[in-house]
Structure formats: C-alpha cells, structure tokens
C-alpha cells in the first residue's frame, strides 16, 4: 500500500500562484509514477499532470502548460505542483495519485491505484 496526503491548497486571486504538495509512504518503490487529477463539482475526475518516476517525464493537460509545473523531491518521496497564473477556471479539489502499474497512461485515472484525498483550490477576485 502506498499512502499519500496532500498539502497546499488554498484561496488565491487570479494571476496568483499556488504550490501543491504530497507526500507518499507505505511501500513507495513500487511507484511507477505520480501526478495529479482535479474535479469540479458535479463532474469527473480529470488529469491535470503527471511525472514518471522511472523517465522523469512530464505530462501536462493542455489547458495547463506553460503554466504549472510538476516537479519531484525524490529524497522525501514527495511530488510537488506548482500552479502560476491560476485562473477562476483552474479552481476544483486537486487530488494527488500514484500508479505501479507499468505500462501507464498518465492520464488515465483508471491507471492509478492510489489516490490522495484531496485538497480544495479556490481562484476568484
């Protein structure tokens, strides 16, 4: 089992920026790989970036790139989100997940057996 807990989220004004945390224990050389996924109230679940932990590749949503970034800390098991010029459109609970499945689609959460329990961003003026 791996476990994950996230940190981070707040209530910012558009343009602001925002970083997302998550740490994961538990059995964490079974990572293949960890991102995140975000939701808007009455709608799924949908990917928002990934990081391979075997590649360190990254991938983005389109409406993301150029503007957050994903990033690893490896020594502290932890994957990171940085969210520059956020917009009201961008707010929804973040949650962090992680696969150990190989071969992985990254944006698919089918993929992801572990998943954080999500931590609320708030963009408004």
């Known amino acids: 089992q791996v476990h994950l807990v996230e940190s981070g989220g707040g209530s910012v004004q558009p343009g602001d920026s925002l970083t997302l945390s998550c740490v994961a224990s538990g059995r964490t050389l079974e990572i293949y790989g960890m991102g995140w996924f975000r939701q808007f109230p009455g709608k799924e679940r949908e990917f928002v970036a990934a990081?391979?932990?075997?590649?360190?590749?990254?991938y983005y949503k389109d409406s993301v790139k150029g503007r957050f970034t994903i990033s690893r800390d490896s020594g502290e098991n932890t994957v990171s989100l940085r969210m520059n010029l956020l917009r009201p459109e961008d707010s929804a609970t973040y949650y962090c997940?992680?696969?150990?499945?190989?071969?992985?689609?990254?944006?698919?959460?089918?993929?992801?057996?572990?998943w954080g329990q999500g931590t609320p961003v708030a963009v408004s003026a």
């Open positions: 990081l391979s932990w075997r590649t360190n590749s990254e």
């Open positions: 997940v992680a696969t150990s499945a190989a071969p992985w689609d990254p944006t698919n959460r089918a993929d992801y057996g572990y």
